[in-house]
Nanobody, 120 residues
């Protein structure tokens, strides 16, 4: 069974940094676009960053210049480096990816989420 597992969340002070990881486990042929979303209490889930299999990236305006998304295809892992964190970055962060368990088959998968809290 293919699944996404996030790690790296926690409590950090404003201005601090965290790095989130998301590893796809199971039988995987390839992974297309990988993304990070977040959902704050009483708000809709929003796209934070994405990275294609070719390495093209996109970011929400609110995190540009502070967050960096990257991937290691040898490890089937996507990362989100978060710097200069602000209280408004507090949310549950979810990994999302277009997984190919075999050639020609693609399905979208979500991780379980990891809590990021920015507070003094």
């Amino acid at each position: 069974q293919v699944q996404l597992v996030e790690s790296g969340g926690g409590l950090v002070q404003p201005g601090g940094s965290l790095r989130l990881s998301c590893k796809a486990s199971g039988s995987i042929f390839s992974i297309n676009t990988m993304r990070w979303y977040r959902q704050a209490p009483e708000k809709q889930r929003e796209l934070v960053a994405g990275i294609t299999s070719a390495g093209y990236t996109n970011y929400a305006d609110s995190v540009k210049g502070r967050f960096t998304v990257s991937r290691d295809d040898a490890k089937n892992t996507v990362y989100l480096q978060m710097n200069s964190l602000k209280p408004e970055d507090t949310a549950v962060y979810y990994c999302n990816a277009d997984l190919m368990p075999t050639r020609g088959v693609v399905f979208n998968s979500w991780g379980q989420g990891t809590q990021v809290t920015v507070s003094s």
